[in-house]
């Protein structure tokens, strides 16, 4: 009765994968270990890039630039570098850049006061 439907367990544990170090690792570590549950890829992408000093496949940052000074950001998600490129308009009152891979770029300005 063992192939009888609803019998096997799925396995549904997500796994990432990246050529450059041509392998590939499921997020147990990550779901089980360090319980961080929905930001399992994040985490790992993370910790990945930590050790490595790249990102695993299918992973692009998000870069915010000052277009009149040297201050920049990198973030995973679009919502951390645009809160920083905000931030950074209002106190400056310069514009950034917010660019996501082959995305077309974003500029950011301080709000009129």
């Given at each position: 009765?063992?192939?009888a439907p609803g019998n096997h367990e799925i396995?549904?544990?997500?796994?990432?994968?990246?050529?450059?170090?041509?392998?590939?690792?499921?997020?147990?570590?990550?779901?089980?270990?360090?319980?961080?549950?929905?930001?399992?890829?994040q985490q790992f992408a993370l910790d990945h890039?930590?050790?490595?000093?790249?990102?695993?496949?299918?992973?692009?940052?998000?870069?915010?630039?000052?277009?009149?000074?040297?201050?920049?950001?990198?973030?995973?998600?679009?919502?951390?570098?645009?809160?920083?490129?905000?931030?950074?308009?209002?106190?400056?009152?310069?514009?950034?850049?917010?660019?996501?891979?082959?995305?077309?770029?974003?500029?950011?300005?301080?709000?009129?006061?």
């Amino acid at each position: 009765m063992d192939d009888a439907p609803g019998n096997h367990e799925i396995d549904d544990t997500p796994t990432i994968t990246c050529d450059r170090c041509d392998r590939s690792w499921d997020l147990a570590y990550e779901l089980d270990e360090l319980a961080v549950g929905n930001q399992a890829i994040q985490q790992f992408a993370l910790d990945h890039h930590r050790h490595t000093g790249h990102f695993p496949d299918g992973i692009a940052t998000w870069q915010a630039s000052c277009r009149q000074c040297p201050e920049t950001v990198e973030r995973l998600e679009e919502s951390a570098a645009r809160r920083w490129a905000e931030t950074h308009a209002r106190h400056t009152r310069h514009s950034v850049a917010i660019e996501h891979g082959e995305e077309e770029t974003d500029i950011v300005t301080a709000p009129d006061t």
